[in-house]
């Protein structure tokens, strides 16, 4: 049995576009897209998967559900590490361009110790801005039923979905929303859930509930060799050398406390147009070589609407340029 980690983050999103200027490394960490954090450690049985997700105001109530294998540990995280590993593995641009856990429970493992049919509310907790409960059921039912009672906001599908996972013996269930009364920063949380699996599996299927358009994923592997999953683009592959891993401590700090010489570092995307391409879950398979590869991406404009007072100076300054050439050819 493999041991997994899944830490997640929930972002608010208040840089909202840019100004002129490609995205950059970044743009993953503060956009709608969901990027994903997957480790291996070599001669372990452990795991570890890292997700960022995105929070929205208006989704106070609305029940964030994700299934697990087993009962979890759960932990907070640094967010700065996706931050990190964004700029690391960021495109290369064409010259000129813009450029300690916590235990939920005593037994980790998953005994099915109730019977038939079982359901227990595993832990209450209170992560940052999000209320959390962690339960184990094997019946879809009521765990709707109990998210119903307990006023979360739950769409009709949720219980075919959450039935699919049961069918796979994925019977732990975390789920959190925001607590209203929170004090603090909406911005940032990391999660961590560690747990046990014999599959490495991303749990793609179930964001496709929640999902209302395109979407697309970004998932780093950490491991011995470079890693794939399928209709993924690969956009970096890299092992880290004696002097890489010194740059990464001067550099990216947390980043740095992660990963160690000899590592490989993969960067997988995939582009969802619609909640319906999200069928499936995603199997992370070893690549058939370890060849390394950085993106290269031509020089190109990236225009966002957000900084709005950019765009209208620009074409004041064309046109005063332009009035004055105008006026100079009229007096010659």
């Known amino acids: 049995m493999k041991k997994l980690s899944l830490l997640v983050i929930f972002i608010n999103l208040i840089w909202a576009d840019g100004g002129i200027m490609p ?66 593995t960021a495109p290369l641009y064409a010259e000129g361009g813009c450029s300690g856990p916590f235990s939920t429970g005593s037994n980790w493992g998953d005994n099915n110790e109730y019977g038939q049919d079982y359901y227990n509310v595993v832990s209450y907790d209170t992560i940052g801005f999000l209320g959390t409960v962690l339960i184990h059921t094997n019946i879809a039912a009521t765990l709707t039923t109990w998210l119903n009672d307990n006023n979360y906001v739950v769409i009709a599908s949720a219980e075919t979905m959450f039935e699919d996972y049961i069918d796979r013996n994925w019977n732990y269930f975390f789920i959190a929303r925001a607590d209203t009364t929170w004090q603090g920063s909406y911005e940032n949380v990391g999660i961590r859930f560690k747990f046990s699996s014999d599959t490495l599996v991303y749990p793609m299927k179930i964001s496709s509930i929640s999902s209302s358009g395109s979407n697309t994923l970004y998932l780093y592997v950490i491991g011995e060799h470079k890693m794939f999953f399928d209709d993924a683009e690969l956009e970096y592959a890299n092992k880290i050398c004696q002097k890489e891993l010194d740059s990464i401590e001067r550099e990216y700090p947390i980043l740095y406390e992660y990963i160690n010489e000899g590592n490989y570092i993969t960067k997988l995307k995939r582009e969802y147009a619609s909640p319906s391409d999200m069928s499936s879950d995603i199997s992370i398979y070893q690549s058939p070589d370890d060849t390394e590869y950085h993106k290269f991406q031509d ?34």
């Open 23 to 88: 995205p950059q490394g970044d743009y993953e960490i503060y956009s709608l897209d969901q990027v994903a954090i997957i480790k291996i450690l070599p001669d372990s049985e452990e795991l570890s998967i890292l997700v960022k997700a995105h929070y929205v105001n208006d989704y106070n109530g609305f029940a964030w559900v994700i299934p697990l294998p087993s009962q979890p540990q759960v932990s907070e995280v640094d967010v700065e590490l996706f931050t990190n590993l964004a700029h690391l």
């Open 299 to 332: 020089e190109y404009w990236y225009l966002g609407f957000a900084n709005s007072m950019v765009l209208p100076l620009i074409i004041c300054v064309i046109l005063i340029a332009f009035s004055k050439l105008k006026r100079k050819k009229r007096l010659s």
